[in-house]
């Protein structure tokens, strides 16, 4: 089993950048497709990056593509999402999580294991 710890989150003016980190426990974090969600007040969760395991393909919901660069490092059993030009409506509690196939990137039903999310306030 994977269980999974995210970390920096916080406040930031419109324009900054930011970086989470996700580390994940559990021998098998190498084989698991990995992706970043979030969830805005009042609005429904949304798919934000994925990972795959094996190649480290990337993929990235419209809304981010060009701004946010997801990466994992294996030996650490580690995902990151770096964000940068943040804007307001980037708000929202970010949450990783852990999909054990390598496929269905942007499918939250095919990811299994997630963390307990951090907080991205961005200022305007």
């Known amino acids: 089993q994977v269980q999974l710890v995210e970390s920096g989150g916080g406040l930031v003016q419109a324009g900054g950048s930011l970086r989470l980190s996700c580390v994940a426990s559990g021998r098998t974090f190498s084989t698991y497709t990995m992706g970043w969600f979030r969830r805005a007040p009042g609005k429904e969760r949304e798919w934000v990056a994925a990972?795959?395991?094996?190649?480290?393909?990337?993929y990235y919901a419209d809304s981010v593509r060009g701004r946010f660069t997801i990466s994992r490092d294996n030996a650490k059993s580690t995902v990151y999402l770096q964000m940068n030009s943040l804007k307001p409506e980037d708000t929202a509690v970010y949450y990783c999580?852990?999909?054990?196939?390598?496929?269905?990137?942007?499918?939250?039903?095919?990811?299994?294991?997630w963390g307990q999310g951090t907080q991205v306030t961005v200022s305007s």
């Open positions: 990972i795959t395991g094996s190649r480290g393909n990337t």
């Open positions: 999580a852990a999909n054990p196939l390598s496929f269905g990137t942007n499918d939250a039903k095919l990811y299994d294991r």
